[in-house]
């Protein structure tokens, strides 16, 4: 058996292990009874230490070492090279980092959940500072050049860095801060309160469905289902789950957020069949079966239908009778026109989840740069909330009340993700990047985006994005589709001309 | 660190991966979408290959052999004798053999279902044939001394034999064929219109739900979900799950089919939390997460419930309110009695599923003596339908028109179970004779009972058989708590008190 035949066999048993591990998430946090919580977690732990030991087993070094000298497509250099490259990595975190900082994981989750719950900073303390003392060391491990965040956000956003977010972080500024001094001067205010009307749950369901279909969700290969926070997970192409949640007095959280998740589907749901069972559907020094590049580029699927799309005029002119459809009574005196401003509303907030389209990245960006501070040591644990609170009334202009409503409201830092934040800021620049090129490249996708149409914006992005998987970084991707790497320009021109015409004063 | 840590060490993360082997069987047959059938063929034999290398491992037999040398307490003695008897098994069974039969068994069933939905036996001849010849290899490799059908039964329920069977078979038919006989002269029938009125399955699940937590289901570490083919499956004993079915035109099929899984349900969740990841709760030369000591036991809970508890007159008597009440008008004209003798109607029939609790023996012991005549080549594959329909003359008095109602109704044989189906009817008289024990040793027992009060006779379960998991052989099991290994007098003894009153003529 040639040497990559090998390398396959291998690596398919290792996503295998890991799509158990999907399932088992999946499983705890959709269907799983109460008193599971604690075998369930026996049970991860030892599927991913199973899944690592096979990663870095002999037999794979082996056969990958074979396999680097034989004669291969392009496709498969690609893959033999990730691989080594993933398998380089992972060898130069030790044991007992890995171990430590899976252990610490689950009392920092715990000590931030208590903190949150009674907005005291001092209870949550501790634990992240140890937990930061980790990422610093994983940082080293992992080695970088000019700042530690650099090993960090490589880990969710290959070649990212820090002073490459910095330069883009002062774009973006350099376009938001103005349009939202427009937006707050012009006066303008949607009437949003039919939002707020009751919508049964049933019916959100059928409507979430139907927009998920919509937009090209295979409902035979995935299936919606209802979780505390929203996610998508894939089991193979094949196997592509959503969630959502439901909140009976207020319809966007549910629409809004299938559509999101949804987009997140359409790519895992997209990628090409060869590859499944491969390192180009395998997140190898993650330990994660995914098949998108990255998790800016994941991102930038869902924010793509979500929001460039989903919270279109065009898509609601089309589509707004088949919404009112599912709610004729709650949405009788509303039309396509009235739901569209209701759904771009624009004004600053303290929770990122909450947040709208224009605000949403000055909340990543006071994250992002604070933890760079925490990272490299000019920010101390102690000093962070007044840090945050400073960041939030300079950009967003608001007091924070509590730190509950401040520095404790992601769960990010206690579980350890350290470096991720800045993958849904990258997220929505890359999403305006596809969406003009698309446009660009093919004038009919733009004639049908304006008749609420989207199959050939799919298809594009189906062609240039999805089938891919993990073929490709994501600047090369990028590059491949759209000519150039990331840039903020497409999405700041975006903003402007959606928000500048809502907002006229 | 000990030996017998290091041993409980090893087969915890074994359990774990068969326990997420129990999880992604349960999704694919609750949740899964139809395109993801394939992928997920690939995750389950990835799981169980990798789990039977790690119990075929260096590092399992080294500590075991260490473990045998140390000092342990009783119960660690016999977990360790299991294991070590297990994996001696194991290694008797060649690899390409278990390969084979693996690769054969999907063939089969297809095959099977393609035979059964035309009621042609030639579709599934070769297939059968291919398949007895890999189970009498099996029979070989395990090894027997008299029948090569010791050897195949032995995994289902460890120390039954073909001779053990033969006898226990006479006797059964010696009770039951002049039981049916009297029935059938009696003349009686009782009035069953009316559980074939309109159920709807919203409320046939709340009842379902009802009495299953009445005889002590804990959802909290359970949950009740539809599948094709009702059954109960754990992933500890802190996640036991259970499904069934809705017929909404006949109640008695999510009712008593839901007893019958809780029945299994309750002896999952019963087991001593000390025995969890350990070999106590797991069955090792089956490779699967169990904590039941062998198929006739589990089923001997099941039965339990479902008719010597669920289809008692007292059980009625007390609960027939509370049942009214989830379909007030379908059985507004109906009493407990009247009930109680729909729920018991005898009647011989094709089908085993369907079968009455006294003609259901027959149809199980006509299926273990053509098994063991396949396997001791003393009958044909050819000449199987012919043997199949003298015996379901003889036994059941009926013609069987096709063979979908006759030799290929069941899937067993299809996957490769020969061997298993003495554990229903093994099931059934273990069954009486646990009820027979406990109302002799505590009669607190009885008398509950007779006010439909389940909950003492779950607490003697619970000491005599589900604390104690898979620690004790079912013999011994049974002679600890009752006195007595395997017999059939409790058994017969109950059918001819609750049917011969039944049907006084």
């Given amino acids: ?30 269907q799983m009874p109460p008193g599971a919580a604690a075998a369930r977690g026996k049970q991860l732990a030892t599927l991913s230490k199973v899944a690592r030991e096979r990663l870095l087993s002999r037999e794979l070094l082996g056969a990958l070492q074979e396999a680097r000298a034989e004669d291969v497509t392009p496709a498969e250099a690609d893959e033999l090279d990730q691989l080594t490259g993933a398998l380089e990595l992972l060898e130069r975190l030790p044991d007992g980092l890995i171990e430590a900082l899976a252990e610490h994981r689950s009392v920092a989750q715990a000590a ?6 009674d907005a005291d900073m001092s209870a949550f303390a501790p634990a992240l500072e140890r937990m930061l003392e980790l990422q610093q060391r994983m940082a080293q491990a992992i080695g970088y050049d000019d700042h530690p965040y650099d090993a960090l956000v490589g880990l969710y956003e290959p070649g990212m860095t820090a002073a490459r977010l910095q330069e883009l972080f002062g774009a973006l500024r350099g376009g938001i801060l103005p349009l939202l001094e427009g937006i707050r001067a012009s006066g303008v205010v949607a009437d949003r309160r039919f939002l707020q009307r009751h919508y049964p749950e049933g019916a959100q369901r059928d409507a979430a469905l139907h927009f998920a279909k919509l937009i090209g969700y295979d409902l035979g290969r995935g299936r919606l289902d209802v979780s505390a926070h929203p996610f998508e997970i894939s089991f193979t192409r094949d196997d592509v789950r959503i969630t959502t949640r439901f909140r009976r007095d207020f319809l966007p959280m549910s629409l809004f957020g299938t559509l999101h998740e949804a987009g997140h589907a359409l790519y895992e749901q997209g990628v090409d069949p060869a590859y499944v069972r491969t390192a180009l559907t395998t997140d190898v020094p993650g330990l994660y079966a995914v098949a998108g590049t990255s998790y800016g580029t994941h991102e930038s699927q869902s924010r793509l239908w979500e929001n460039l799309v989903g919270r279109s005029r065009p898509f609601w002119r089309a589509h707004f009778g088949a919404l009112r459809s599912f709610f004729p009574e709650q949405l009788a005196d509303v039309d396509a026109e009235g739901f569209y401003r209701a759904v771009n ?5 303290l929770i990122r989840v909450e947040a709208d389209e224009v605000t949403y990245n000055l909340h990543i960006m006071l994250r992002v740069e604070i933890e760079m ?18 960041a939030v009334g300079a950009t967003l202009g ?6 509950a409503q ?3 409201q992601d769960i990010h830092w206690s579980t350890g993700l350290f470096g991720s934040f800045p993958t849904y800021t990258i997220g929505n620049v890359m999403s305006a990047q596809w969406l003009e090129a698309a446009r660009a490249q ?8 304006e008749r609420g149409e989207t199959e050939p914006l799919r298809a594009w992005l189906q062609e240039n994005v999805y089938r891919h998987g993990r073929r490709f970084a994501p600047d090369a991707l990028l590059e491949r589709a759209t000519g150039r790497g990331l840039t903020p320009e497409p999405y700041l ?7 500048g015409e809502l907002y006229r004063s």
Same sequence: chains 1, 2.
Avoid at 112 to 117: G, I, T, V
Avoid at 442 to 449: G, N, T, Y
């Fill in 398 to 403: 608001l007091d924070v009340p509590d730190d």
């Fill in 1 to 30: 058996m040639r040497g990559i035949e090998r390398v396959r066999g291998r690596v398919g048993e290792i996503n295998d292990l890991l799509c158990a591990v999907n399932l088992l998430t999946w499983d705890a946090r959709t």
């Fill in 442 to 449: 093919d004038p009919a996708i733009a004639a049908a985006l």
């Fill in 406 to 408: 401040g520095c404790l």
């Fill in 345 to 349: 509303h624009v004004e600053p907030s």
């Fill in 493 to 499: 021109a975006y903003l402007d001309g959606k928000y």
């Fill in 373 to 390: 501070a925490l990272l490299d040591g000019s920010l101390s644990v102690r000093e962070l909330p007044a840090a945050w609170n400073d």
């Fill in 112 to 117: 931030w959940e208590r903190a949150r719950a």
